[in-house]
């Protein structure tokens, strides 16, 4: 069974920073791609970041681009998104999600494993 579960998540001020980590249960972490997806109050879903199975590709949203990095430890079945200079519109539960595909694509109907969410709260 593979199951994502984030943490991480809280309330800071604007300008602030926190580190989101999910951790995936299994044994085959290494060959999906990760990613992390947020939906704030009453809007979509929408994509935020992407790394590859080998996480040697990366993309980000163009909101977060410059902000936002995605990593992994393959090592303890992890993947990370450390999160700088939030703003009040970065506020949303973050989602982890996997792809078997094991390519960083941002589309979120490839990814096949989903995570509960984590909020993240931004206060201005």
């Known amino acids: 069974q593979v199951q994502p579960v984030e943490s991480g998540g809280g309330v800071v001020q604007a300008g602030g920073s926190l580190r989101l980590s999910c951790v995936v249960s299994?044994?085959?972490?290494?060959?999906?791609?990760m990613a992390w997806f947020r939906q704030a109050p009453g809007k979509a879903r929408e994509f935020v970041s992407t790394?590859?199975?080998?996480?040697?590709?990366?993309r980000y949203a163009e909101s977060v681009e410059g902000r936002f990095t995605i990593s992994r430890d393959n090592a303890k079945n992890t993947v990370f998104l450390q999160m700088n200079s939030l703003k009040p519109e970065d506020t949303a539960v973050y989602y982890c999600?996997?792809?078997?595909?094991?390519?960083?694509?941002?589309?979120?109907?490839?990814?096949?494993?989903w995570g509960q969410g984590t909020q993240v709260t931004v206060s201005s």
């Open positions: 999600a996997a792809a078997v595909s094991g390519g960083a694509t941002i589309v979120e109907g490839l990814y096949d494993y």
């Open positions: 299994g044994r085959t972490f290494s060959s999906y791609a």
């Open positions: 790394i590859s199975w080998s996480g040697g590709r990366t």
